[in-house]
Every structure is written in structure tokens, then in C-alpha cells.
């Protein structure tokens, strides 16, 4: 057997069933874990590693003659550098971002960088500039591609096919591995999430001068494009990373990096998982140990502990520092200003009740009232004492010192893994009291998405709501109206044929039990169908895969589907079910986080 599940784990768990598979032994899944336990031990990631390196975006094409561009109302030629981002900017002008005067002021100034000196002396006001030619050009181009016949959609499908082929595997250890993105990024101008203070910037076009390749030694370097050279070449095995260059909007790594299908990011989940489930073991012991310094005399001691709380109770990053105007202004649990808190001794019918607004992880707004304990309560009034509404809330500390304090409380403890844990917990709990063995797969996967809710709510996963949702809900809601008009119909033919059976006196007729079962089944669907209603209408602000993917354990989901025979696919996509065949082997029916 322990053989058998090692072949299992060198074959990188390819196969993914369609359906939930049958129930294996727990002495397999152990012989799995004790594989993996011992290569995490070892720093070491792999032995070989060859790859093509990463597959470049194609060089500029300029605009048709057609296509102008005009200077306070006159048409201009531009350079071709020139040229190539102004397209950049004429692409976007259907997008709210562009109408931004940080985005418009950013683009301007980095535009003019790339501008020959003649054009930066005519082209001086953002405002006289006229891209609406090159816009209708490109939105043209894009409904083209939309309406092309489905022999060039194929020609076009086989190619891009070609070039995965070519660029999108890697060997590594003897095994044909997949990676997960193996295109550079193109020439763009720079978004970000809110009101980020870079958002207009040039993305410059990545160069292979800017990229480091990783492979072993004893493979065959990847060529580089013609006349071009690598920034480095390195055989690295302790990452898992195959290439690597630096961004230049705000200066961080970008990698090519496996999918997350391969094995190695499997072990690297299943790691990640395992210590949230150790956490499980100590949690209780933590938190009385919290809950006992928020009474100390030492104010270093009580900011810590009310810090971890809020890490623990609302799921809070611990937030890191950032230098001034270099990104928007998001914070976490050790930045808290004393602004973004609000006390409320009595409130909607509760006490002690804090309220938090803040910028979070993306720019997303967090803004929660929860109800707190009497001494966190007291700590925060002392905390905000004498303070200005700039001012640091835990001015006593830090990111650094509040990770160092996980460390020592269990080795590898951050308060990404008690967001992990509470995540995965709640997902567990909520699936237990939600789900009913006699429900319909549909009832039943409705459960799912509500303990799903549940956690994106707890971690404040947010969304934009799609601009296609009122129109889905209308569609929806059409669907409904037709099925309630089909439940009225059935419901008059079964009142006649029961009157005609009364006639008769026969009162067992196949036509009555067939239009019984008719109405029984229109009636199930349409209950159906508001419940997808109502849940969407819940969902449409709600981000459900962030957490899925990165947050909750999938063996939770795994056994769910294998002990109320729920097809797995009705959960997860083809693409979730790759990157977690590793968990379908681990998780029977009774699995517990």
C-alpha cells in the first residue's frame, strides 16, 4: 500500500475524477504525509529543472495611416514610442479610471518621458489631446475578434495551444510539469485598487536584460530572443520560482512560477493547512493568554493582546509598513490609527461595541461593528487617550514585534494562518448545521454557498457588483415567472383531471399520479430557483473564491461531497479540482480540520 500512494504522489496526482472518489485508507494518506513531512524538512526543492523560459509579449505594431491622433483639434505623427502609449491611454477611456486626475497626471508625466523633444514642445496640456480615433479603432478590433468564424477561433485556439505547449512545461525531477503563467506582462499603464497614488503610471515592456532564469545546472539553458541576453542565470534550489524580474511601478518581484496543479505547490497547500490544523490544538491555550494581558500593567503587553484578538476574532492582516506616497493608504490591525476606530459603550441594543473603518489589503474598505469584550473594551479608551486621530492606535507596536510574538507562541504561526484556521473552522461548523442529508443536490450545494459566504464575510472578501448582475437577476427572475406560470398551469390540469376522475368514480389513474409527480417536480424547481435568487442577490458583493482558493482547507469541502454524495464539480471547477488533486486522497467522508 505505501508503495501503491507513492507512485500515487511521483505521478502528480494527474488523474482528478470527475466525481468524488471512493474512501481510501488512512494508512495511505499517513504514508503520503510522512513523504511530504520529510521533504519539508529539507530546504531543497529539486534536483532538475529545465524550462524554455518565459515567452515574451510581441513587439509594438503601429497604428494604420488611418487611425490619427490630434493636438488641440490637429492631427499630430506621432514617434513610435510615443505612439505606443498613447494607445495605452486610448485603449482605456471607456474606463471610469481614466476620467481620475492622479491617473490622468501620472500617464501625462510618464507619457512625456517617452516623447521626442520636439513633441514634448507641442504636446503640452493632457487636456487638448484627442484619442478617440485610436479608441473607436481598438474597440472595433475587439469586436472583431468577437465576431471572427469559428474556423479562424479554432486556427487562433490551435496556436495559442502551440505556444503552451512550447513555453508552458517545464521538467522538473524527470516529470513534465505545467507552469502556471509563462507570459511577461505587456506595456500597460498602471490601475491599481482605489484611489492608488501610482495609478497612470507606465508598465514598462519587459526585457529578457530584466530577467534572472532559474534551472539546474545540468540542463540546457533557454535561449533568449535573438540579439538579447539574460540579467542572470542562477540554479537555485531551494525556490520553486523558474524566472524572476523587478516590476518598476513599485519596485517588486514578478516570477514565473509552476501552476498551481504541480505537486510542489500541493505539498506547499497541504503544508500550509497542517499548520493551521496545529494551531487547532493550542488556539484555547492562546487565547486565555491574550485574554489575561489585556489586564496587564505593562501597555506594550495589553496592545499586543488586544492586537492578537482582533487578529483572531476578526481575521485582521497584521498590517506592514510602507513608505509615504509609494502606495495607497491601506493599513492593518498594527496600523490602526486612532481615525479608524470608533467606541460605542451601548449600541443597537449591545454593549461595548467598536466600529472600524479603514482602507484594508487592495484598498477594499472594511467597515464592521462588532461587539467586544468589557476589557478590550477599556484597553482601546486608554489606547485612544490624549491621541490625535492620526496617530498610531498600538503606538507600543509593531509588525515586527507583534510576528515575533506568533513565533514564539508556535513555530510558523502568522496571522495569515489564524485566518487560515478561523476560516477553515467556520466553513466546518457552518457546513454541519446548514447541510440535511434529505435536501437535493441543488439545496444542498446552496448550503455550500452560504458557508462560503459566511467565511468571504468574516475575512471581509468584498467585491464590485458584476455589471452584468442586474441583468442575470432578470433573467433569473424571467425564469421564475415562467416556472410559477407552469406550477398555475399544472395545478388546474390536476384539479381536472381529478374532477373527471370523480365523474368516473375511479380515483387511481395513472394520468392523476402522473400529473401529481408533474406539479411535485415544477413546484421543487421552482422553490429551487428562488433560493438561487435570494443567494445570489446575498453573493453579489461577496468575493467566494478568494477564500475557497487560499483560505479554506479543500479536504473540508472534499469529505463534505463524499458524505452527502455531492457531485465534487458542483463545488469546484476543473481548474480548482487540479490544483487540489492532492486532498482528494487525504479526505475520506469523516475527515475533521
Known amino acids: 500500500m505505501l508503495l501503491l500512494w507513492l ?59 488611418g487611425v490619427r491622433f490630434f493636438y488641440d483639434g490637429k492631427p499630430v505623427k506621432l514617434s513610435l514610442a510615443a505612439e505606443e502609449v498613447a494607445t495605452l491611454y486610448g485603449k482605456m477611456l471607456h474606463l471610469e479610471c481614466t476620467t481620475k486626475e492622479v491617473f490622468r497626471r501620472n500617464f501625462f508625466s510618464d507619457w512625456r518621458k517617452e516623447m521626442t523633444a520636439e513633441e514634448r514642445k507641442v504636446i503640452t496640456h493632457l487636456d487638448k489631446c484627442d484619442f478617440m480615433e485610436i479608441h473607436r479603432y481598438f474597440m472595433e478590433r475587439t469586436e472583431a475578434r468577437r465576431t471572427l468564424p469559428r474556423e479562424q477561433k479554432q486556427k487562433l485556439k490551435e496556436e495559442a495551444e502551440e505556444l503552451q505547449q512550447e513555453f508552458g512545461y517545464c521538467i522538473l525531477d524527470g516529470h513534465r510539469e505545467k507552469i502556471g503563467n509563462f507570459k511577461t506582462e505587456p506595456p500597460g499603464l498602471f490601475r491599481g485598487r ?6 497612470g503610471m507606465l508598465k514598462r515592456r519587459i526585457m529578457p536584460e530584466d530577467v534572472v532564469i532559474n534551472c539546474s545546472r545540468d540542463s540546457k539553458v533557454p535561449e533568449p530572443p535573438s540579439g538579447h541576453q539574460w540579467k542572470e542565470v542562477r540554479s537555485d534550489n531551494t525556490v520553486t520560482w ?48 491574550y485574554q489575561a494581558d489585556w489586564k496587564s500593567p505593562e501597555m506594550k503587553k495589553r496592545q499586543l493582546a488586544v492586537a492578537l484578538y482582533f487578529i483572531d476574532k476578526l ?17 492593518g490591525c498594527c496600523s490602526l490609527r486612532v481615525e479608524h476606530v470608533l467606541l460605542h459603550e451601548k449600541a443597537d441594543g ?6 472600524l473603518d479603514f482602507l484594508g489589503k487592495d484598498s477594499i474598505r472594511y467597515n464592521n461593528r462588532v461587539t467586544v469584550e468589557k476589557h478590550v473594551f477599556q484597553n482601546l479608551q486608554h489606547f485612544m487617550e490624549d491621541k490625535d486621530p492620526r496617530d498610531n492606535l498600538f503606538d507600543a ?65 468584498q467585491r464590485a457588483i458584476p455589471k452584468t448582475f442586474e441583468k442575470s437577476m432578470q433573467k433569473l427572475q424571467q425564469k421564475i415567472e415562467a416556472k410559477k406560470a407552469q406550477v398555475a398551469e399544472a395545478r388546474v390540469e390536476l384539479e381536472k ?40 442577490e446575498a453573493n453579489k458583493q461577496v468575493a467566494l473564491g478568494t477564500a475557497k482558493l487560499n483560505y479554506l482547507d479543500p479536504r473540508i469541502s472534499i469529505a463534505w461531497c463524499k458524505k452527502f454524495q455531492v457531485p465534487i464539480e458542483k463545488i469546484y471547477s476543473k481548474t480548482q479540482r487540479e490544483r487540489f488533486a492532492w486532498a482528494f486522497n487525504l479526505a475520506d467522508e469523516d475527515f475533521e480540520f
Not at 499517513?30 to 529539486?46: F, I, L, T, Y
Not at 482605489?194 to 495609478?199: E, L, N, R, V
Request: glycine content about 4%; hydrophobic content about 35%; proline content about 3%.
Open 315 to 331: 481575521s485582521l492582516r497584521t498590517g506592514n509598513e510602507k513608505e509615504e506616497g509609494e502606495t495607497a493608504d491601506t493599513v
Open 497 to 536: 383531471v381529478k374532477a373527471d376522475l370523480r365523474t368516473l368514480g375511479d380515483s387511481k389513474s395513472k394520468s392523476l399520479l402522473q400529473k401529481e409527480r408533474q406539479l411535485m417536480k415544477l413546484e421543487e424547481r421552482l422553490a429551487q430557483l428562488h433560493m438561487q435568487a435570494a443567494d445570489k
Open 194 to 199: 482605489g484611489d492608488h497614488p501610482k495609478m
Open 7 to 65: 507512485r500515487v504522489l511521483r505521478r502528480r496526482f494527474q488523474h482528478v475524477p470527475r466525481r468524488v472518489p471512493c474512501r481510501h485508507s488512512s494508512r495511505g494518506a499517513k504514508a503520503s504525509r510522512a513523504g511530504w513531512e520529510e521533504r519539508n524538512k529539507n530546504s531543497v526543492k529539486w534536483k532538475q529543472l529545465e524550462h524554455k523560459g518565459p515567452y515574451f509579449a510581441p513587439a509594438y505594431e503601429p497604428l494604420p495611416d
Open 242 to 289: 523558474l524566472a524572476a524580474w523587478t516590476e518598476n511601478i513599485q519596485n517588486s518581484f514578478k516570477y514565473i512560477i509552476l501552476n498551481p496543479s504541480s505537486k510542489l505547490k500541493g505539498e506547499k497547500d497541504w503544508q500550509k493547512y497542517e499548520v493551521a490544523r496545529r494551531l487547532k490544538g493550542i488556539v484555547d491555550k492562546i487565547r486565555a493568554q
Open 397 to 461: 507596536l509593531t509588525t515586527a514585534s507583534l510576528n515575533r510574538h506568533l513565533q514564539d507562541l508556535m513555530e510558523g504561526l502568522t496571522a495569515k494562518v489564524f485566518r487560515t484556521y478561523n476560516a477553515s473552522i467556520t466553513l466546518q461548523e457552518q457546513l454541519r448545521v446548514l447541510t440535511r442529508a434529505e435536501d437535493s443536490i441543488t439545496s444542498k450545494v446552496l448550503a455550500y454557498n452560504r458557508a462560503n459566504r459566511a467565511v468571504a464575510v468574516l475575512c471581509n472578501h
Open 350 to 355: 449591545q454593549e461595548y461595541v467598536v466600529e
